[in-house]
């Protein structure tokens, strides 16, 4: 992480000089890309112990050649849910052992389990995410601290959620900067179309913003593990618990569209309520020209805006059955995603809800308030097709109502505030 920040950082400085002989990869097929095989790998996890009994044999054969921390948590029996409870065992030496309470635990996270991680499978997954990244003893300086085992896991949880977050940000951020202003192939987005470079100011304004609110919007994430640990939701940890793949993917249908339906809403709300508008929601929308869209305007807004925003992925678990590690992965995709959608690009594939679509609705205002779709937009009458290249001086303009459907009278359609 520390070597693409400091490459990021250095093409910054660098400006303009990259070298010639490098292609312009595609922004949009990288993001799909990252999104598919994340959802792959929570596929992969999820469901791997239903392949496991007939490659026994394979799997005995190839773990020689791998480490036991691999070889066991990818051959789990199908009740058992990702990471299992072995890797306790696996982290467990005489320097780890941690007292609290009055009990000896091999590790401060076999503390926050209890000793019983397939009991706690939400928690159990979070513990061993939090283990890879944060030191044992720290995390039991953590516990110590806050004078308990559950609420010591939550902080942890919230301290990787913040740190998680900053890399993604400025992880993907960065990817799309370099691709999108540094890389020679941007001459022909900006300069031969006459078009202007956002701003280094308008950057550095993004990026302080967005830093600012990560500070409380990391905090949903936690919440969601919360309600899930104390049975408010639907939430399940295996395939096979389910009944299946086939109901999996049904299941993962309508979760998705409940969830495309309630952003939608939200981010409609942030709109028409006007104390919402000015209070949490303008904030963001001061970034109302393709000049001052960039990537790193994705979390530059309201930490409750964001909260909000996101907030259907939460509100869903306890109206549709739902598994819990792609539940997790999606959350992820959405960050990546709104980088996408901010970088006032002008490549976009119907029905999806791409950056140039979403450029409109910054300059518009009242148009294209989904998330990953159009559907709802269409459905509720609140669509409308960008006219002509983004951010380009003097092309072709012609006013395109929006598409017929519900929601938006036609007195409306033209307003741009």
């Known amino acids: 992480v520390c070597c693409v920040l400091k490459s990021v950082a250095s093409a910054h400085f660098t400006l303009f000089v990259s070298p010639p002989e490098l292609t312009m990869l595609p922004i949009r097929t990288l993001t799909i890309a990252l999104g598919v095989t994340l959802l792959g790998i929570s596929l992969v996890t999820a469901g791997s112990a239903l392949n496991g009994g007939g490659a026994q044999n394979e799997t005995n054969a190839s773990s020689a050649l791998m480490p036991d921390w691999e070889a066991d948590i990818f051959n789990l029996p199908p009740e058992v849910a990702f990471p299992g409870g072995d890797w306790l065992n696996r982290i ?31 928690r159990n997954f979070n513990a061993y995410i939090n283990s890879i990244v944060v030191p044992n003893k720290f995390a039991g300086q953590v516990v110590d601290a806050v004078g308990s085992l ?18 993604v940000y400025y992880g993907v951020a960065g ?14 987005t900006f300069e031969k179309q006459g078009r202007v470079r956002p701003s280094a100011k308008i950057m550095w304004d993004q990026i302080r913003l967005a830093q600012g609110s990560l500070t409380l919007y990391v905090l949903l994430p936690v919440f969601d593990e919360w309600i899930v640990e104390k049975g408010w939701t639907r939430t ?4 096979a618990e389910i009944g299946g793949w086939g109901y999996y993917a049904m299941y993962m249908l309508l979760y998705f569209c409940l969830v495309e339906i309630g952003i939608y809403w939200m981010h409609r709300t942030l709109h ?4 919402m508008y000015k209070n949490i929601h303008l904030l963001h929308h001061k970034y109302n020209k393709p000049e001052t869209l960039t990537p790193w305007a994705s979390i530059a807004f309201h930490p409750i805006d964001g909260i909000l925003q996101a907030s259907p992925y939460v509100l869903a678990l306890p109206i549709v059955p739902v598994h819990y590690l792609t539940h997790f992965v999606l959350l992820f995709f959405t960050a990546v995603w709104a980088t996408y959608i901010h970088d006032a690009m002008d490549l976009n594939i119907g029905p999806i809800m791409g950056s140039k679509y979403h450029t409109v609705h910054h300059t518009h205002y009242i148009y294209n308030y989904g998330q990953v779709f159009t559907f709802c937009d269409h459905f509720w009458n609140t669509f409308r097709e960008p006219n002509g290249p983004t951010g380009v001086p003097n092309a072709a303009k012609q006013r395109t109502r929006p598409t017929s459907g519900r929601g938006v009278s036609s007195s409306n359609n033209n307003k741009t505030d």
């Not at 399940?236 to 395939?239: A, E, S």
Request: overall charge negative; some cysteine; glycine content about 8%.
């Open 175 to 188: 990817i799309f900067h370099y691709f999108c202003y540094i890389h020679p192939s941007s001459q022909e």
């Open 150 to 167: 559950e609420w010591g896991h939550y902080l942890l949880c919230y301290l990787r959620n913040f740190v998680g977050a900053m890399i």
């Open 272 to 275: 028409t309520n006007k104390w």
């Open 236 to 239: 399940y940890f295996t395939v």
């Open 92 to 122: 467990a030496t005489p320097e780890t052992v941690y007292v609290f309470g009055g009990k000896t635990y091999s590790s401060a996270y076999a503390g926050m389990l209890e000793g019983e991680p397939l009991k706690y499978p939400c």
